[in-house]
């Protein structure tokens, strides 16, 4: 079975978790970001891009965990071509594009022990009676981190050149499209990444 470019290319940035994650990582405390480029790369002669396909990040069970809504998908595209458009790359057709951008957004949860303020008297037995041991109180506390990933791949060779993502811990509450866009301009932040 013979697959075009860009089916094999959404092979490879197939989608995990749902926006909620994406959303969360928008939130005002830090993202935790990082990035990686494929070695001897020369980012200066990219200054093009397009999406793998349209409907290549969308998925189809809005219970499944790899579901984002059309509407989510596009708060997504829409950030990082604000940003992207800023650094003066332009959007061109997919058949000529320098890179084929694709994204994705997971979901892990976690869990974190906390020290809590106080302490806390735990009593056991000893050779001279009960012996007293006094200690910080602990708690663990379960919660969510989300990651959103952006891959930008070369289109002539169908090679992966850059990847960026940003990390937090998610939050409950639904963010603005403006805390969207600084959390994809902090991953995108060493793109092109330095020589």
Not at 3 to 18: A, E, F, V
Not at 43 to 61: L, Q
Request: glycine share 6%; hydrophobic share 30%; with cysteine.
């Amino acid at each position: 079975m013979k697959h075009s470019r860009h089916s094999r290319i959404r092979l490879r940035t197939g989608l995990i978790g749902g926006f909620s994650a994406l959303l969360a990582v928008a939130c005002a405390s830090p993202v935790r970001t990082a990035y990686d480029s494929a070695p001897g790369t020369d980012f200066s002669k990219y200054h093009t891009y397009a999406w793998v396909t349209p409907d290549s990040m969308t998925g189809e069970d809005p219970l499944a965990a790899s579901y984002i809504s059309p509407q989510d998908d596009d708060r997504v595209r829409t950030a990082v071509e604000a940003v992207l458009d800023e650094r003066r790359f332009q959007k061109a057709p997919p058949d000529s594009a320098d890179v084929i951008l694709g994204f994705t957004v997971t979901r892990e949860p976690k869990t974190q022990q906390r020290v809590e303020a106080g302490r806390s008297t735990v009593y056991y037995p000893s050779h001279s009676g009960r012996t007293t041991y006094s200690a910080p109180a602990v708690s663990e506390v379960s919660f969510t981190e989300g990651t959103l990933t952006l891959q930008f791949f070369d289109r002539e060779s169908q090679q992966l050149i850059w990847s960026g993502w940003g990390s937090k811990r998610l939050s409950k509450n639904h963010e603005s499209p403006e805390r969207l866009k600084q959390a994809v301009e902090q991953i995108l932040m060493k793109y092109p990444p330095p020589r």
